[in-house]
């Protein structure tokens, strides 16, 4: 059974830093990939980036591109979320996912298993 264990979250000001952790287990991480997400009160849950397992082709939503890096660690099965110049508008409850094929990486129906989420503040 996978698992999917994020930490990193919290509270920092506009213009600040955070970085994600999600630490995976369970499987041969090989094939498919992993997926950040973001849910903010109220609004629906969010693709906001995704890296490859293998080869570690990544893709981001337009509205973090240029300020969110995703990165993985295969030695230690884990992915990052590097978030530079947050805004409010980033505040929400990331979750990240973890998908076994190469499916639609977009949509949160390509994902298998999910993390727990972690909270993410950004105060103005």
């Avoid at 509270?11 to 287990?25: D, E, M």
């Avoid at 990165?71 to 884990?78: G, Q």
């Amino acid at each position: 059974q996978v698992q999917l264990v994020e930490s990193g979250g919290g509270l920092v000001q506009a213009g600040g830093s955070l970085r994600l952790s999600c630490a995976a287990s369970g499987r041969t991480f090989s094939s498919g990939g992993c997926g950040w997400f973001r849910q903010a009160p109220g609004k629906a849950r969010e693709f906001v980036a995704a890296i490859r397992w293998s080869g570690g082709g990544t893709s981001y939503s337009d509205s973090v591109k240029g300020r969110f890096t995703i990165s993985r660690d295969n030695a230690k099965n884990t992915v990052y979320l590097q978030m530079n110049s947050l805004k409010p508008e980033d505040t929400a409850v990331y979750y990240c996912a973890d998908r076994l094929y190469s499916s639609n990486i977009y949509t949160q129906g390509s994902y298998n298993y999910w993390g727990q989420g972690t909270q993410v503040t950004v105060s103005s």
